[in-house]
């Protein structure tokens, strides 16, 4: 398999995703701006996703694609569509117990995550209606995770779309209606978020009976049991309890965060959301993107004890965060006042939220380049089943973000959350570097010095344009000629990416260079 190629898919995937995911928020942003009422809607949205991030994409996945890869490549199909059905078993239920639970307890958990806002009831309606997405976003990370083994990306990749167009629909469509009937008109999008959810699972399965791996759920006590007894959800507990420790550590990072900001000013949640989202853009499309690819072949070159194959997929990837990361990490840093506001500046979004989303967003864009990382270095240590060492180093770097909030709250207000987040990965990402070459995982491969300095000379071009165009300009006063504002944003953007890699170019870096197969 050409990992070029599959990361490039997956990357083109994410690309349609992501743009959704923008045109949704941007919905959002021109009807309700950054209120009370926003507030209300992102912490109750990110209460499932911390849940989902927890049990589905975050310990389960870390803790079942290693060895679903694993015993895919010593013991063949048969004992792992075993092996599917089994974990599937104990997922339906345990999710069922989760999704009652979580609803019956959803003033608690908005209480946990948001006690200064607002609108407090509002928020914990939305999340008793959004909560059960959890359910249905853990099951498409199972089936993510079966069909990036058997190296079929294109569906999990494209699949946040449905979430995104039920989301843009219902903030179109049936959000002006909600008052007709008696609602506040922000229960549109949970409703939106609810349908995303179910459309989601549903196209995983027509993907995952073409593999021939559609799990098959127990639904008698006997079935029930014998799953809970199979070795290999024993050993996805066993993993999963320190991998849900780590990611845990993660999320009680965020869920400290949002409790600040909910007390830091009205609308201070929702700033960073927005910039959150633009954030999450370059993220998904290079960290996500190689994650997904490299964890799976990760897996299986350690289960054949290719040592030399493991090493050359984490130097591959780590050359391409570089190369693709730090110019996405400059484009925030010096161009973000065009990006906010050729995308949010409409409708409720006032000028003033322009500014306080940029403030958020140059936070994050200092970590960028270690965010990116992370996707990349992590799974090394996942593919070795070593949870651990990723969990020991985020709860030493847990403690240095809230330690750095204590110093940059005061100053900064809510960009000191965004920017204790940033330097938290770039250490994250450093520490799990140099755990990977004390242990001997990774050597780094001839010619890192002449290729950084090339990428380097290319960014420092890029760099250059790119202030000229955010400080020749006054974005923000081009909101009510708002089609001339985003041709100007894509000129700019196009032109400096070509201008990049031209310069990339005539210093001899080839895209062929990448090519590698896994």
Excluded at 118 to 146: C, H, K, N, Q
Aim: contains cysteine.
């Amino acid at each position: 398999m050409n990992l070029l190629k599959a990361a490039s898919t997956v990357s083109l995937m994410t690309l349609i995703s992501r743009i959704t995911g923008l045109v949704r928020e941007q919905l959002v942003a021109a009807t309700f701006g950054a209120s009370a009422v926003t507030d209300a809607f992102n912490v109750a949205f990110r209460i499932p996703n911390l849940f989902r991030r927890l049990f589905a994409e975050g310990a389960f996945s870390q803790a079942f694609v290693p060895l679903l890869a694993a015993t895919r490549a010593t013991e063949g199909d048969a004992p792992t569509r075993l092996l599917v059905d089994a974990v599937a078993t104990v997922l339906v239920w345990v999710l069922l117990a989760t999704c009652v639970v979580g609803v019956a307890g959803a003033p608690v958990l908005v209480w946990m995550m948001g006690s200064g806002l607002e609108r407090f009831d509002t928020a914990v309606l939305l999340t008793r209606w959004m909560f059960p997405y959890i359910g249905f976003m853990s099951l498409v990370a199972l089936a993510a995770a079966i069909l990036n083994t058997w190296k079929q990306f294109v569906v999990p990749a494209i699949t946040p779309v449905l979430l995104n167009l039920s989301v843009i629909a219902a903030a179109w469509w049936l959000s002006p209606l909600m008052p007709r009937w008696g609602h506040d008109p922000v229960l549109a999008l949970a409703l939106g978020v609810m349908a995303g959810g179910l459309l989601q699972a549903a196209v995983q399965v027509p993907a995952l009976a073409r593999v021939g791996c559609l799990p098959r759920i127990g639904l008698t006590p006997a079935r029930i049991a014998a799953a809970w007894r199979h070795p290999g959800v024993k050993r996805v507990l066993q993993q999963m309890a320190p991998a849900l420790l780590g990611v845990s550590v993660a999320q009680l990072s965020l869920l400290i965060n949002t409790q600040i900001a909910s007390h830091v000013a009205v609308g201070a949640v929702s700033w960073l959301t927005y910039a959150d989202r633009l954030m999450e853009f370059p993220t998904a499309l290079l960290g996500v993107a190689m994650g997904v690819v490299l964890l799976p072949q990760l897996s299986a070159a350690q289960a054949r004890q290719d040592t030399a194959a493991f090493s050359g997929m984490v130097d591959w990837g780590l050359r391409l965060v570089l190369l693709l990361a730090l110019p996405s990490a400059l484009a925030l840093l010096i161009f973000p006042q065009a990006l906010v506001a050729v995308l949010f500046h409409y409708g409720a979004f006032r000028a003033e939220d322009v500014a306080m989303t940029v403030l958020a967003l140059r936070g994050y864009g200092v970590g960028l380049l270690g965010l990116v990382a992370i996707k990349v270095l992590a799974p090394a240590f996942f593919a070795r089943q070593d949870v651990r060492t990723p969990v020991k180093i985020a709860i030493g770097v847990l403690v240095a973000t809230q330690a750095l909030n204590v110093v940059l709250v005061p100053w900064l207000g809510h960009a000191g959350l965004a920017l204790s987040i940033g330097l938290g990965a770039l250490v994250n990402a450093g520490l799990l570097l140099g755990g990977l070459l004390r242990a001997g995982t990774y050597r780094p491969q001839p010619g890192w010095l002449g290729f950084a300095a090339k990428v380097l000379l290319a960014n420092a071009v890029l760099g250059g344009a790119l202030a000229a165009a955010a400080f020749g300009v006054d974005w923000v006063g081009l909101q009510a000629q708002w089609a001339l504002r985003v041709a100007a944003v894509a000129a700019v953007l196009g032109g400096v990416a070509l201008l990049y890699f031209g310069v990339l170019a005539v210093c001899g870096l080839r895209p062929r260079q990448f090519m590698r197969r896994g």
